[in-house]
């Protein structure tokens, strides 16, 4: 069994900052892509950032620039620093893991969501 943990919502003012935390634990072998996803009201979830294991990053147009991710192979963590932060980015943020388990098995999965809103 595997387990996202994250941590780092809340409310900031428009133009404010915030970093999310991700920990995964359990029995993990290697973690292979991990991202961050986010689901707004009314709205399907939706990719905000990833990264591989070897460190390349991928981001979604509207917070390029913004918001970074980063990873501690070590420690199993992930991590998105939000900054320039927006009423519309305004949302339920998941972490999300492709995790290769003590059984050799590939599987993908979530964090229960940390809420992150933005006022103006």
């Known amino acids: 069994q595997v387990q996202l943990v994250e941590s780092g919502g809340g409310l900031v003012q428009a133009g404010g900052s915030l970093r999310l935390s991700c920990a995964a634990s359990?029995?993990?072998?290697?973690?292979?892509?991990m991202g961050w996803y986010r689901q707004a009201p009314g709205k399907q979830r939706e990719l905000v950032a990833s990264?591989?294991?070897?460190?390349?990053?991928n981001y979604v147009d509207y917070v390029k620039g913004r918001f970074t991710i980063s990873r501690d192979n070590a420690k199993n963590t992930v991590s998105l620093q939000m900054n320039s932060l927006k009423p519309e980015d305004t949302a339920v943020y998941y972490c999300?893991?492709?995790?290769?388990?003590?059984?050799?098995?590939?599987?993908?999965?979530w964090g229960q969501g940390t809420q992150v809103t933005v006022s103006s």
């Open positions: 999300n893991a492709d995790v290769l388990d003590s059984n050799y098995r590939l599987r993908n999965y």
């Open positions: 359990g029995r993990i072998l290697v973690i292979n892509t």
């Open positions: 990264i591989t294991r070897g460190g390349n990053t």
